[in-house]
């Protein structure tokens, strides 16, 4: 099974400032990689698919870039909505597996 | 309008058994895999399993803490699918999601249900 680990747990920014969400596979995955937002008492919402292309209506200021085993989530600039815990997700081998989750607060 | 609505949670006692449905509508069922993924109180997203299309004989796949204990059936007459949980413990306490990805014109989106919270307890 492949494991993935989210770093850092906790991310306290202010609106506006950037936020660098990091997630690491134990094997490469190559790019089937997704990452989620989720804020409380919601269903996630798939924000980012296949590393870096960004799922329909999402805002650019999300964004994912990486390959293998080390991958980025960017928001460019927090938005008050965008303060919420996000997941990565491997699509790569079976089976499917999340990371622990980055939460990310207002500071 | 793309929705997905699970039902069928609710308290039961460890041992025991619970079925989920997730009735679809919005998209052309037949066509899209579809997962189950639960988050216990407080904790992270765990993926369940995945049915797959008819394309693809239907055939599945399971998260090795449900496998032998959960089946995952899809009825594409009815838009819906289905998660069988037998011999239930207490770790499986959780809400349970319904989820696929549906690519179109527009691009890729994501859609999951509200969730059907399943308790096991004494």
């Known amino acids: 099974e492949i494991v993935l680990t989210q770093s850092p747990g906790t991310l306290s920014l202010s609106p506006g400032e950037r936020a660098t969400l990091s997630c690491r596979a134990s094997q490469s995955i190559s790019s089937y990689l997704a990452w989620y937002q989720q804020k409380a008492g919601q269903a996630p919402r798939l924000l980012i698919y296949?590393?870096?292309n960004r799922a329909t209506g999402i805002p650019a200021r999300f964004s994912g870039s990486g390959s293998g085993t080390d991958f980025t989530l960017t928001i460019s600039s927090l938005e008050p909505e965008d303060f919420a815990v996000y997941y990565c997700?491997?699509?790569?081998?079976?089976?499917?597996?999340f990371g622990g989750g980055t939460k990310v607060e207002i500071k | 309008e793309v929705q997905l609505v699970e039902s069928g949670g609710g308290l039961v006692q460890p041992g025991g058994s619970l079925k989920l449905s997730c009735a679809a509508s919005?998209?052309?069922?037949?066509?899209?895999?579809m997962d189950w993924v639960r988050q216990a109180p407080g904790k992270g997203l765990e993926w369940v399993g995945r049915?797959?299309?008819?394309?693809?004989?239907?055939?599945?796949e399971y998260a090795a803490s449900v496998k032998g204990r959960f089946t995952i059936s899809r009825d594409d007459s009815k838009n819906s699918f289905y998660l069988q949980m037998n011999s239930l413990k207490i770790d499986d306490t959780a809400v349970y999601y319904c989820?696929?990805?549906?690519?179109?014109?527009?691009?890729?989106?994501?859609?999951w249900g509200q969730g059907t919270l399943v308790i096991v307890s004494s």
């Open positions: 049915t797959r299309n008819k394309a693809n004989s239907y055939t599945t």
């Open positions: 989820a696929t990805t549906v690519t179109g014109m527009a691009g890729t989106t994501g859609y």
């Open positions: 296949d590393a870096s």
């Open positions: 997700q491997q699509r790569s081998n079976w089976p499917l597996t």
């Open positions: 919005g998209f052309t069922f037949s066509d899209h895999y």
